[in-house]
């Protein structure tokens, strides 16, 4: 799949923040799969990105950051299971194989490191992503789900639960809203994935024992 000047293309539309799944290979010769925020070029977040260049930021001392820096990229791949994409965010995922059955399509990337800062005393890298290849796997009917939209904004509050910076009880409240979100909108298999940020995160007990502290 190659765009103007034979260079490779994404193989989907990016608009704002696309959030992702990305595969990087780490030193055990297994995939680690994450979430990942790709902005698209015209990003006012992002700085001069006039050739058109995608961009995301690692935070912290993760594996996606440490497998960038050490194989140099990785695959990026736009999935249409909640479940998956939850346990790519909040678990520890790891696979013989770097595109996932639910990716309905993928690119692989080059990632160089191009900023890098603090913020909230946690570091951050930003890094531009240039495809070297791309595949469509399925084409379908896009259709909205608020459920899955609430799952993967759940999975950005979930994260920021131990974040010193960010109030717990603000993120409780978050996470309450997106799970009768979830309960109300989502199907079957958004409901499995919420259930799953439940028990990797323990939020509801925590937030529960939270409340009763407080009388």
């Not at 913020?119 to 259709?143: I, K, N, Q, Y």
Request: with cysteine; glycine share 10%.
């Amino acid at each position: 799949m190659t765009g103007d000047g034979g260079r490779v293309a994404w193989p989907v539309e990016l608009r704002g923040v696309t959030e992702s799944v990305v595969a990087t290979l780490g030193p055990n010769d297994l995939w680690n799969f994450a979430a990942l925020g790709l902005h698209a070029p015209g990003d006012s977040d992002e700085p001069d990105d006039s050739d058109g260049t995608v961009t995301a930021t690692t935070w912290g001392n993760t594996r996606t950051r440490r497998n960038f820096h050490r194989q140099g990229g990785g695959v990026v791949q736009f999935v249409t299971d909640p479940l998956d994409f939850v346990e790519a965010a909040m678990t520890i995922r790891e696979e013989p194989s770097p595109v996932l059955d639910s990716a309905d399509a993928w690119a692989e990337v080059e990632a160089t490191q191009v900023g890098s800062g603090e913020d909230g005393g946690t570091r951050w890298e930003r890094w531009e992503l240039r495809p070297v290849d791309a595949a469509v796997e399925s084409t379908r009917p896009f259709t909205i789900n608020r459920g899955f939209g609430a799952v993967v904004d759940a999975t950005v509050a979930a994260s920021r639960l131990d974040v010193p910076t960010f109030d717990t009880d603000v993120l409780f409240d978050r996470l309450a809203y997106f799970a009768e979100t979830v309960e109300k909108c989502g199907g079957p298999r958004e409901r499995e994935a919420f259930e799953r940020i439940d028990e990797v995160t323990g939020w509801r007990e925590r937030a529960s024992q939270r409340r009763n502290e407080s009388f």
